[in-house]
């Protein structure tokens, strides 16, 4: 009962706004990429952004090891082994997927040869996110990482910044909070707590429930970056020219 009513509140309340800004990032990638120019999807899953690429030519590539629905994918490989030739895409969408490479910087470097010298890539990837897509979720990435990963990899940052405002990190650990957080007796033992701990509960989901809707809509408008952290942070590199061969 209690879990059905919070539910009910939880669907007019809360509005994700990490997608709100997802949506945002990769419209304005799309927006930069000229017509016809060649975009590889890495990890697309169910190719959210496709149509973003109307104008482009789209072709994805996924593992599809995990039991969901996909896209339409053109390349079902391991993102460490795609079967094309070194700079095929001028442009390529890496959208939360790089917490699922189990050898990030394999991947990374394999997405800097398919990608032209000069080509540009995004990715969004998460800094404080629960474990997803398991068994396959293997890291989490700070802004420091993403550095070392990229440049390491042969990649320039254009762009390093969070996806979301803290208020949206916040609100989504406030409904994660909301629903796990137990209410029955059972759960907290013997003594006093198991009679005080169930109405305080019930008053504490029903409270994060609504600061969880409240902060996550604010998000959606205004992303608020002073202080804090992020849930997910964005980034936009652009491949390097390979090095210049040393003259003999
Ligand atoms: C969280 S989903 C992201 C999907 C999509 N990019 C999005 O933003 O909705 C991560 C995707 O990475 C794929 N994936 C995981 N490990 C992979 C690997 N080693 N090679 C290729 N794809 C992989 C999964 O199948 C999954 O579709």
């Known amino acids: 009962m209690v879990d059905r009513l919070l539910g009910r509140l939880r669907r007019l309340t809360y509005k994700n706004s990490s997608r709100v800004h997802m949506q945002r990032v990769n419209e304005a990638f799309a927006r930069s990429v000229p017509a016809g120019a060649r975009v590889l999807d890495a990890g697309a899953g169910s190719c959210p952004y496709r149509e973003l690429f109307d104008h482009a030519v789209y072709e994805s590539a996924d593992l599809q090891g995990v039991d969901k629905p996909y896209g339409e994918i053109t390349y079902c490989c391991d993102l460490r082994n795609i079967p094309v030739e ?18 990030p910087q394999a991947a990374l470097k394999e997405l800097a040869r398919v990608l032209k010298p000069g080509g540009r890539l995004l990715c969004t990837a998460p800094l404080f996110y629960e474990e997803h897509e398991a068994p396959h979720d293997y890291f989490r990435f700070t802004q420091f990482a993403h ?3 990229f440049e390491e990899a042969g990649f320039e940052i254009e762009r390093l910044e969070w996806l979301e405002g803290y208020l949206g990190t916040l609100a989504h650990q406030l409904d994660r909070a909301a629903i796990a957080l137990p209410y029955h007796a059972s759960a907290y033992g013997l003594g006093a707590s198991r009679w005080l701990m169930p109405p305080t509960a019930v008053s504490i989901k029903l409270l994060f429930t609504l600061l969880s809707g409240l902060m996550s809509r604010l998000d959606a408008r205004h992303r608020f970056t002073d202080a804090g952290y992020p849930k997910n942070y964005v980034v936009v590199a652009r491949r390097l020219p390979e090095p210049a061969t040393p003259a003999t």
């Open 86 to 103: 070194d700079g095929t895409f001028d442009f390529i969408l890496f959208n939360q997927t790089l917490e699922h490479m189990a050898e």
């Open 147 to 149: 550095r070392y990963l």
